[in-house]
C-alpha cells in the first residue's frame, strides 16, 4: 500500500511532466474511480494542471480555474503514470491482458495536447481521482494529523496525540486523523527503532519512548523519500523483502540487532512485524 514516501515520490516524478499542458480529453475507463461523476472529462477539458501538491497520502492538482482542483487518492494498489507521446499506442486488450503494458489496469487516463498522457493505474480500485473546489479542498485536507515536513510536526504537538488515548501504540500511529502519512511498513520500522512494542497501550508510553517516537516517525519517513519509497506494492507480494528493512516482510528471520527471530503478529487487523527482545511488551 502506498504510504507517505511513496506518493511524494509519484509527485516529484510527475510534477515536471504534466503541468502547464491543455488537457484535450479524459477516458473514464472505471467510473468508479471518479466516484461516478459522468463530467469529469467536461468539467476539465480545455484546462490544465499548474501545480501539484501533497497532504499526507492525497496529491492535490491545482489548475488554471482557481476553484477547480483534482484530489487523487492512491488507494492500495494506485499509482500516476506518465506516457509521454508516442511512446505506447493502446488498444483495448492492452488494459487487462499484457501484463508489460503501461495501460495494466488503467483506469483514468487523461490526454494532454502535446499528445503525452497522464495514466491512474489502480489494480484493486480503492483509489479516486475527484474533482474539488477549494472549499472542498480545504475541508478534505484539514481532517489529517501533524505531519513529519509541516510547521505543524512540533513536539509540543506531538505530546497531545497521546492524550485520552485508549487505543494501541500502533492504531495510533496508523490514525491518520493523529499522524499523517504512516502506514502498515512505516509504523512497524519506527516502532522498532523506538523499541515499543505495537500491542502497548499508548497511556503507558514514558516521556522517553514519546521522544523516541517523534524522532524516529521524522527520520524513517524522511529517509524513505530520499531513498524513493519501497519497491512498488504487490498484494501477492505481502512478505517483499527489502534489505534496509528492520522488522517489515522479515517474518521469522533474525533480528539485525539482537539475532532473536522476527515475529508477526495482528494489531488493528493488520500484519504487524516486531522482535520480541528489542520491543517489550510492557
Sequence with gaps: MPELPEVENNRRYLAPNVLHKKITEIEVLKPKIVKQNSQFGQQL???HFTSLKRRAKLLIFETNDSNTF???HLGMTGVFLFNEANFESRQESDIYEDPNSIYRHARLIYHFVDGSQLLFRDMRMFGYNI???EEEKNQATAKYGIEPGLANYTWEN????????????KSLLL???VIAGLGNIYADEVLFLSKVHPKRLVHSINETEKK???KNVSEVLMEAIQRGGEISYSPSEEEEEA???YVYGRTGQACKVCQSVIEKTKVAGRGTHFCCLCQKAH
Design 45 to 47: 477539458k480545455g484546462l
Design 158 to 169: 506531538f505530546q497531545t496525540i497521546f492524550n485520552n488515548r485508549k487505543t494501541s501504540i
Design 212 to 214: 523516541a517516537l517523534f
Design 70 to 72: 483534482v484530489l487523487g
Design 131 to 133: 474533482i474539488a473546489t
Design 175 to 177: 490514525n491518520q486523523n
Design 243 to 245: 534489505s534496509h528493512l
